[in-house]
């Protein structure tokens, strides 16, 4: 019988959360500011109030994603605690229900009802909350909630991600102001959409296709608002 070389699974859910708020933070900061930039240029203000629109977008929009994250995941954490300070005193004070309880779960999932019972125990012998908090109430390590690694997240890649355009518009001719700025944010939006994508182990080109449909459309409305807007007043 020939030797097969046994390797290791590869999973991406440890990846989840710090790759949620990334791709958010950088899509968020391309698209936001490019749109912002768009909106200005057409509606046909001066290349100084374009940068300074640019410069005032990266800003506000860096702090608004760190505070948003910050107040968004600093509730989840707080909910997970609450959690198992809730299954802490039951396990204090039913540890003979909790382990039924454990149980079930297990036998639930496939298990047979002595089996599950002695992994329950031997679970809860080595750690009762811990086991509780994976398999009851489905909160691990892995995929908990880190509020101050959410929010500086966010706020780097959006700064990020809002460089861009920004830089763009810098070196870019101003009669090509326009068509330059559009085009690149989209390419590099793509381009993010892939990666994400690849990190996380989902498809690529579904993916980089989404992210570059909803970016394209949200510039093309600001500048359609922009130039509506330039043209009335």
């Known amino acids: 019988m020939p030797h097969t070389r046994h390797t290791s699974e590869v999973h991406h859910s440890h990846r989840a959360g710090w790759l949620r708020a990334a791709v958010l933070g950088a899509n968020d900061g391309i698209v ?32 608004s994603m760190a505070a948003g994250e910050y107040v968004s995941v600093s509730s989840q954490a707080d909910t997970e605690q609450a959690d198992l300070r809730r299954e802490r005193a039951e396990l204090d004070a039913h540890p003979i229900y909790e ?31 811990g086991a509780h908090a994976r398999d009851e109430l489905g909160i691990t390590d892995t995929l908990s909630a880190r509020p101050v690694q959410a929010a500086l997240t966010s706020a780097a890649t959006f700064a990020v991600g809002a460089a861009l355009p920004l830089a763009v518009a810098l070196i870019a001719p101003a009669a090509h102001l326009v068509p330059t700025v559009s085009g690149a944010s989209l390419v590099v939006l793509t381009a993010l959409g892939g990666l994400a994508a690849r990190a996380g182990g989902a498809p690529v080109p579904r993916a980089a296709l989404r992210v570059a449909l909803w970016g394209a459309l949200a510039m093309a409305l600001t500048a359609g608002v922009g130039h509506l807007f330039g043209t009335v007043l």
């Not at 936001?32 to 506000?60: K, N, W």
């Not at 382990?99 to 809860?124: F, N, T």
Request: charged share 10%.
């Open 99 to 129: 382990h039924q309880e454990l149980a079930a779960i297990y036998v639930k999932r496939g298990l047979s009802p002595a089996l599950a019972d002695q992994v329950a125990h031997q679970l809860m012998d080595h750690d009762a909350l």
């Open 32 to 63: 936001s500011t490019a749109s912002l930039m768009l909106g200005v240029a057409a509606s046909d203000a001066g290349h100084s109030a374009l940068l300074i629109a640019g410069v005032a977008g990266l800003v506000a929009g860096a702090m």
